[in-house]
């Protein structure tokens, strides 16, 4: 399931994929695009976080590589099913394009 979530990121041109997938734990993030700095970027990865967080329905952690705010989702739970692997990316789009937009 992690193999499907870093490829529905990397068919999505919004993102990226930071460091390729180990296991279950997929290392991504908004990618900063013609408009938008690296700083941006990172400011809109905050704030994705935080907004998906606090809606209940997905948990992202975060962590720094090479100085970058990266988004971390884990397929780990033995009750995690395919739908809601499918359920938190549609959340996340649905997110990213509110606070791009």
């Not at 908004?30 to 997905?58: F, H, S, Y």
């Not at 100085?67 to 789009?93: M, N, P, T, Y």
């Amino acid at each position: 399931m992690a193999k499907m979530f870093e490829d529905f990121v990397r068919a999505d041109n919004r993102f990226e994929v930071v460091v390729p997938r180990n296991f279950a734990l997929v290392c991504f993030r908004i990618k900063p695009n013609g408009a938008m700095t690296e700083e941006d970027a990172d400011e809109a990865n905050r704030v994705l976080m935080e907004n998906l967080n606090k809606t209940g329905k997905a948990y992202l952690a975060h962590t720094v590589v090479g100085d970058r705010f990266v988004l971390r989702f884990a397929v780990g739970s033995s009750l995690q099913e395919e739908r809601h692997v499918r359920s938190a990316w549609d959340l996340i789009k649905k997110t990213a394009s509110s606070i791009m937009d």
